[in-house]
């Protein structure tokens, strides 16, 4: 390996690592929640479960909500998948996901990505041409996915006509790649801070409805596409949805909208209804909208969108069947 690539690993993995993909920018004002110095102590209180898939143990943990527990029918399934350098409990934490899980009654279930074999261990993705370990060792995460949401349904009361995949950055990316390969387990995904890095196969068996937040001033995984300061190229925001616009056949002509500090593009199916909804925000970063600043000097999350409000709107919408 070169220099020059030893120099450009070793910068990616100062600005990703527990950021999450954040840049450079203020210390949180509150302190946050959960400050991430302390994510090593929230990972040994959690009751892990285990999942071998192609050799691998593969861990993950289940957040049931109180209407689990007080009802006997099924619930529908969210899973979470955190980013680069990121971990199921940190998605969990710092997005305050479990919280909207309670309000609004799903089940939700935050695998981990594998560890690297590096020093600091930090968990991927293999969502196709990205990213590092998991993507070099061409690990089965699809096949993990799939196993995950088998034995969920084995073991809880689950609608299967109601699982629902979101991911942060490298975990967005994986979310496409489900969405492509896995469409008949999957009603629908939200993806944020990120774009698609796998070519899909030719044939989408059915129409995968599709919710995409990112902001403007993400530089990790710029919107309009591009190489970042880092060397890494990515296709921008726009031309992979019009590849999904495509594929579930929606009509080709966006209706846009202006909110305050955000904007909104809805592709429609030919009865009339959003298949496809993007929502750009001028404030913000490489960060979950509505949660918090994972780290100092990470970017601030938007505060003219919530993430978890927004997906789950959307989600309520589609099923299987």
């Known amino acids: 390996m070169s220099i020059k690539r030893h120099i450009r690993l070793a910068v990616l993995t100062v600005l990703i690592l527990f950021s999450f993909g954040g840049c450079a920018g203020e210390a949180p004002e509150p302190v946050p929640r959960y400050p991430w110095e302390d994510w090593l102590n929230w990972e040994r209180l959690v009751d892990w479960d285990t999942l071998t898939v192609g050799g691998r143990a593969r861990t993950f943990y289940v957040h049931l909500p109180p209407r689990y527990e ?32 309670d309000e609004a009654g799903f089940v939700a279930v935050y695998p981990n990505g594998v560890r ?33 949401v088998d034995r969920l349904l084995e073991v809880y009361r689950i609608d299967p006509n109601r699982v629902y995949v979101t991911g942060m950055s490298n975990g967005g990316m994986l979310a496409y790649r489900l969405a492509a390969e896995i469409p008949e387990k999957i009603a629908a995904i939200a993806s944020v801070s990120c774009t698609m890095v796998f070519d899909p196969p030719a044939e989408q068996p059915r129409p995968v409805p599709i919710i995409h937040l990112h902001s403007v001033l993400d530089e990790i995984i710029p919107h309009d596409g591009g190489t970042n300061r880092l060397g890494y190229h990515f296709p921008p925001v726009d031309s992979v949805l019009n590849v999904w616009v495509a594929r579930n056949g ?22 009339g209804a959003p298949l496809i909804v993007h929502y750009l925000t001028g404030d913000g970063g490489h960060s979950w909208p509505g949660g918090e600043q994972v780290r100092p000097n990470a970017d601030p999350p938007s505060t003219t969108i919530d993430a978890n409000d927004l997906l789950w709107g959307f989600f309520e919408h589609f099923h299987l069947l």
């Open 70 to 101: 007080e009802g006997n029918g099924q619930l529908p399934l969210v899973i979470g998948l955190h980013g680069t350098g990121g971990s199921a409990v940190q998605f969990d934490r710092h997005y305050h996901f479990s919280e909207k899980a």
């Open 250 to 271: 929606c009509l080709p002509d966006p209706q846009v909208t202006e909110g305050v500090g955000y904007a909104v593009k809805q592709w429609m199916d030919e009865a």
């Open 116 to 148: 690297s074999d590096g020093r600091l261990g930090i968990r991927t993705w293999n969502a196709g041409s990205c990213c590092d370990f998991a993507m070099r060792e061409n690990v089965d995460d699809v096949g993990f996915i799939r196993a995950l």
